[in-house]
């Protein structure tokens, strides 16, 4: 474990190979570095991998003053990215890290060799955004407050119904409950920003 101390601290996980080529990967809304390890394994004969936590998530630090727009969030893994001193590199985004990672690539090519979004926000498919449509009128689906709203959740996430195990469920939903707030008010910030609007 290692902390980039810029504008922000972003600590991040990092795997040395000695491969020529780095992948950094970004996890999505809410998650924590950890949880992409077993891609790390994967991927770590290949490359290179740095995991930074999410500003706001993690071991990140929480400033309520802190305005987390994609903006803020592409500038803050620029920074991370350019400190790291080992691109242009492979980035890799999940949900909102798809988001930021799209923006990075976008904004800053010159530190992206190819960038990955897998399941990213903030692309709009032209018929059906029912994800984009419940922000529209206001609804957060990280504000679990009951059984039913986590239940909703896990369903979002996977393709078939599944039954995670039980004790991890339990620690999901347990945390979800208790970072409802925190949550809402990224997802404010986040989405002040947004365009929703389909045809641009």
Request: charged share 25%; proline share 6%; with cysteine.
């Given at each position: ?136 009128a206001g609804e957060n689906p990280f504000l679990v407050t009951d059984n039913t709203g986590y239940r909703k959740f896990i369903q979002r996430l996977f393709h078939e119904e599944r ?38």
């Amino acid at each position: 474990r290692e902390v980039f101390e810029g504008e922000v601290a972003i600590p991040f996980l990092r795997i040395d190979g000695g491969h020529r080529e780095t992948l950094v990967n970004l996890p999505g809304f809410s998650d924590e570095k950890e949880t992409f390890l077993p891609v790390a394994t994967a991927l770590r004969t290949r490359f290179n991998v740095i995991i930074p936590d999410t500003v706001g998530f993690g071991e990140t630090r929480r400033d309520p003053h802190r305005i987390h727009t994609l903006d803020n969030h592409t500038r803050w893994v620029s920074s991370l990215i350019e400190h790291l001193d080992c691109g242009p590199v492979w980035l890799m985004g999940n949900s909102l890290g798809g988001a930021i990672a799209s923006s990075v690539a976008v904004t800053a090519p010159h530190l992206v060799k190819k960038c990955i979004p897998v399941g990213s926000a903030g692309y709009v498919h032209s018929e059906s955004n029912p994800l984009f449509e419940e922000i529209i009128a206001g609804e957060n689906p990280f504000l679990v407050t009951d059984n039913t709203g986590y239940r909703k959740f896990i369903q979002r996430l996977f393709h078939e119904e599944r039954r995670p195990i039980p004790f991890i469920s339990a620690a999901l939903r347990q945390k979800m409950f208790d970072e409802r707030s925190w949550y809402g008010h990224i997802m404010e910030q986040l989405t002040l920003e947004m365009d929703f609007d389909v045809e641009h």
